[in-house]
């Protein structure tokens, strides 16, 4: 039953968290948004605790939803400046006097709209990008603060200032749930996908703990991608493109691990093991991203990831192509990661040479941002220039800065490897 319970408390801390965030944030307003999540946090960790001794509920997330409401009106009950909030929850709850049915009332509207407005609420225009899409991964998503520092490659301390001062610009602008429409949702697409994208790149390389693939977190992006593409206030060919991108990429995550818990990159991968049913649903919606006159990021990822999922190995991989779509990316997404995979690139076709130089030329703020990929490549570059010693040194540095287990294995692997050649 333990395991039962661990199992079903994480399913809803990663399907229901930000839904139940939605729900709370309707009734105690954005002003209340730590509180919120402090009570979310504590219905879950009681869900974990009680449902062990006692078993599960029969509907566990009106469950989670009255403990969660609970602890937040007791909250505020500790706080006199609340009261006028605390008035508006208990004629509520005095409406409907039945607490059981009122968490069902609540907790049978679609959850997709619930989520995504709760999402759209963080992407608010005032809002720097980069805050919105930390905001959301925070209390849409249930990411850690050091999750969202490694997504964005930066420190906790600017994560933890980016969540703070997005919170109080949301508290200051006085922006509730209920005042959104679809014209103040247009304006909050991007922010959107771009949240979804960097939930599903933390499921898919995750940059810290023993699991190099966090598949909860890649079905919870497509998730909310799929809902993104049902409902008329983000539907779009990017909307699209988006899905197809994290359909092609999530096909290839059985064949990432091997047995022994190790991060298998693309070359060496069983491609027989890639899921075939996810490229062919891929294929579906990258169709309907073609019906746009407009070119998305997600459009040429996509098209990238395109290109190695129809190639039948490395090496006969259109590698022209594939340069041509990272030079437009690095117009449309500046950033040094697509400038590493672009030269990772130009090396099929231009040689170890000149991607060394290309490598070295990185500045010393964009090597401190890529780290340990940025050594992991030139460490990879030293080895075709037969440079056993150089390789050595520079994986040695990247096994220093990984935060990763399995990724640690694969550098501890390549690593041993030259260092038996006799370096």
Not at 254 to 262: N, P
Not at 325 to 352: D, F, H, W
Request: net charge negative.
């Amino acid at each position: 039953m333990p395991s039962d319970v661990s199992t079903l408390v994480d399913h809803f801390f990663r399907h229901e968290y930000g839904r139940l965030v939605a729900l709370l944030t309707k009734s105690f307003g954005v002003r209340q948004l730590d509180l919120i999540e402090e009570a979310v946090q504590s219905a879950l960790s009681k869900g974990l605790q009680v449902w062990a001794r006692a078993g599960i509920p029969r509907d566990p997330a009106a469950w989670l939803y009255r403990t969660a409401k609970n602890t937040a009106i007791d909250a505020l009950r500790r706080s006199e400046i609340e009261l006028r909030t605390l008035a508006k929850i208990s004629a509520e709850t005095t409406e409907t006097q039945d607490d059981d049915r009122l968490a069902d009332a609540v907790l049978d509207s679609d959850p997709g709209d619930e989520t995504l407005r709760l999402l759209y609420l963080c992407c608010h225009p005032t809002l720097a990008l980069e805050s919105r899409v930390a905001l959301a991964l925070k209390i849409v998503g249930g990411f850690s603060v050091d999750e969202i520092a490694n997504a964005f490659l930066i420190s906790k301390s600017n994560a933890e200032k980016r969540l703070t001062r997005a919170k109080d610009t949301l508290r200051d602008r006085g922006t509730e749930i209920s005042e959104l429409t679809s014209d103040s949702a247009a304006e909050r697409v991007e922010a959107v996908l771009s949240t979804i994208y960097l939930i599903f790149t933390e499921g898919y390389a995750a940059t810290v703990g023993d699991n190099p693939v966090r598949s909860d977190l890649c079905e919870e992006a497509m998730r909310l991608a799929r809902m993104c593409n049902q409902h008329s206030w983000s539907r779009s060919p990017a909307t699209a493109a988006l899905l197809g991108l994290l359909l092609l990429q999530s096909s290839r995550m059985d064949a990432r691990v091997d047995a022994d818990g190790a991060i298998v990159l693309l070359g060496e991968q069983d491609r027989t093991c890639w899921d075939t049913g996810r490229i062919r649903e891929a294929m579906h919606w990258l169709t309907l991203a073609a019906e746009g006159n407009v070119l998305s990021r997600y459009h040429v990822e996509a098209a990238i990831a395109w290109e190695h999922a129809r190639a039948e190995n490395l090496e006969s991989v259109d590698w022209p192509r594939v340069i041509s779509l990272y030079e437009k990316l690095t117009v449309m997404n500046p950033g040094p990661m697509v400038r590493l995979n672009l030269v990772i690139a130009q090396s099929r076709v231009c040689g170890a040479d000149s991607a060394l130089k290309a490598l070295v030329s990185f500045s010393d703020d964009d090597r401190r941002r890529l780290r340990p990929w940025w050594d992991c490549a030139i460490a990879e570059i030293f080895e075709k220039l037969n440079r056993p010693k150089d390789a050595v040194a520079h994986l040695t540095d990247a096994l220093a800065l990984s935060t990763n287990a399995a990724q640690r294995k694969l550098i501890e692997r390549k690593r041993d490897r030259l260092t038996g050649r006799g370096v």
